[in-house]
């Protein structure tokens, strides 16, 4: 069965080659395939939708689909998102600039993270069977990782004496230390050897291979069923839980910034909106330099 991006490529004229220019644009400044398959595949439906180029389509005929789009049930919030960035994109890089002021403001949403109580963290890591899964979904949310990190955490990563774990190329293409729990780290050998780790912490089906997303994903889902944890959790969910966490036991806000990898503290002062803190009594610095208390 052809996807959307083949049959764009076979039926409209001169889309193989805008896709390719698209993609080698989009890769040279930093994005990875995933963004250019989301970008794509919103430009091959409306290539499709109205047999020929973006390029060539005009401004009436693009606020149409894009309200389509925008007011079907058949279309989610997200395919009208990636729809507005892959236009923008596509016509920046044609400088088709006529075309890009009429495309519509995207308003950011601002929703607060779903977090796990402590309480749900440990039911949910006792649930799966396998000590294997157990000691995954610890792992991930012990050091805050995002779910590509995890896949990839290779066994030399991880260094139990310093307490720390190598984060090759995360978000952003940057590396970074986490720390390593201490529980884990008490654990880690007999994990090992128990599942005769060799290459990846997490390994895959295939010799040599890492564990994929769905695997995670699944292994997540029914943990959170046997656990009986009604909210809507994800693995990004362990990350969100794990940044409150921290802040909740004291840690400042540099310091998660810099566990989680953000590039911007803003992002992480978020959380600062979900953790629980006690407040405490206002104390002048001056009677703190007299040990006045």
């Known amino acids: 069965m052809k996807t959307i991006i083949e049959s764009a490529k076979k039926e409209i004229k001169g889309f193989k080659n805008m896709s390719h220019k698209f993609e080698r644009d989009l890769i040279l400044n930093g994005k990875t395939q995933k963004t250019y398959k989301c970008y794509i ?3 091959a439906a409306i290539s499709l939708e109205f047999k020929k180029l973006p390029t060539k389509i005009s401004n009436e ?7 389509k789009v925008k007011t079907e049930n058949d279309y989610s919030e997200s395919y009208f998102k990636f729809t507005v960035y892959g236009l923008r994109y ?9 075309k890009l002021i009429k495309l ?6 601002k929703t607060l993270p779903v977090v796990l109580s402590q309480a749900e963290c440990i039911k949910l890591f006792a649930a799966p069977e396998k000590f294997k899964d157990k000691f995954m979904l610890a792992l991930i949310y012990s050091a805050g990782l995002r779910i590509s990190e995890s896949q990839r955490i290779a066994r030399i990563d991880i260094d139990t004496e310093r307490k720390l774990i190598y984060v090759c190329q995360g978000k952003g293409k940057k590396d970074r230390y986490v720390v390593l729990s201490k529980f884990l780290a008490s654990r880690y050998k007999k994990y090992c050897n128990e599942y005769k780790i060799k290459k990846y912490v997490f390994p895959g089906q295939k010799e040599g291979n890492y564990i994929s997303k769905t695997t995670i994903r699944k292994i997540l889902k029914h943990a959170v069923l046997k656990a009986g944890i009604e909210k809507t959790v994800t693995i990004h969910t362990l990350r969100h ?3 409150t966490h921290m802040l909740e036991n004291g840690i400042d806000i540099v310091t998660v910034k810099e566990q989680l990898g953000h590039e911007n503290i803003q992002t992480t002062m978020e959380y600062l909106q979900v953790a629980r803190f006690e407040r405490k009594t206002a104390v002048s610095p001056l009677d703190s330099l007299y040990g006045i208390k």
């Open 90 to 98: 596509l016509f920046r890089l044609y400088n088709l600039e006529d």
């Open 241 to 243: 839980s794990f940044a």
């Open 104 to 109: 519509p403001p995207l308003p950011k949403k």
């Open 61 to 67: 005929e693009i606020k149409e689909y894009l309200f």
């Open 41 to 43: 595949r919103q430009i």
